[in-house]
């Protein structure tokens, strides 16, 4: 199975900062990537899929990077409603397989 | 707009089978286009993909369940189902089903906890 790394696993950030984690494939996946938040008690939204497309109804402000091995997302100001978890999840290969996630802590 | 519902008993005895609905409305199981997926997250963990359910009818499992695990689409009722079997303690998760996930389409249930234990 494609084994997925996130990094930082977690971070400390204000709002209005710009944020920007990472997600690595251990094999070259092309641009089937997808970005998830999760807020406590919540189902992950899902942010971006194909690496880099912005799912309807999801703010500007965050936008997805990268290709093969290595992906970003990045939020270009930090909103209160923003701190939470961030995942990532391939769906190159089944198995499909989630990063073990970024956390953002409010600063 | 597609709603998923996941329902099933939140307790299951260590050795037993974990069964699982997902109700769905807004649309149809029998498209055959929409790929169905069940997820599971540990309590303080992150999401596991479990399997799914392809458009072409065929089964795929993630290899560390495949043995225990089924899933299968009743058309009648609307709604995908999970079964897992010789369920231990790693198995307490709260369990998600989705639709299409990691696309346009992607939509997921609000998951339901199930907890094994004696």
């Known amino acids: 199975a494609i084994q997925m790394t996130q990094y930082p696993s977690s971070l400390s950030a204000s709002v209005g900062d710009r944020v920007t984690f990472t997600c690595r494939a251990s094999?070259?996946?092309?641009?089937?990537l997808a970005w998830y938040q999760q807020k406590p008690g919540r189902a992950p939204q899902l942010l971006i899929y194909a690496a880099s497309k912005l799912q309807s109804g999801v703010p500007s402000r965050f936008s997805g990077s990268g290709s093969a091995t290595y992906f970003t997302l990045t939020i270009s100001s930090l909103q209160p409603e923003d701190f939470a978890t961030y995942y990532c999840?391939?769906?190159?290969?089944?198995?499909?397989?989630f990063g073990q996630g970024t956390r953002v802590e409010m600063k | 707009q597609l709603r998923l519902q996941e329902s099933g008993p939140g307790l299951v005895k260590p050795s037993e089978t974990l069964s699982l609905s997902c109700a769905v409305s807004g649309g149809s199981v029998s498209r055959n286009n929409f790929p169905w997926a069940w997820m599971r997250q540990p309590p303080g963990k992150g999401p596991e993909w479990i399997g799914a359910f392809l458009y072409d009818g065929n089964t795929v499992y993630t290899p560390s369940l495949q043995s225990r695990v089924a899933i299968s689409v009743d058309t009648s009722k609307n709604h995908l189902s999970l079964k897992l079997r010789s369920v231990t303690a790693a198995d307490t998760a709260v369990y998600y089903c989705a639709c299409h996930p990691a696309s346009l389409l992607d939509s997921w249930g609000q998951g339901v906890l199930v907890t094994v234990s004696s």
């Open positions: 999840l391939q769906d190159h290969n089944f198995p499909w397989t």
């Open positions: 094999q070259g996946i092309r641009s089937d």
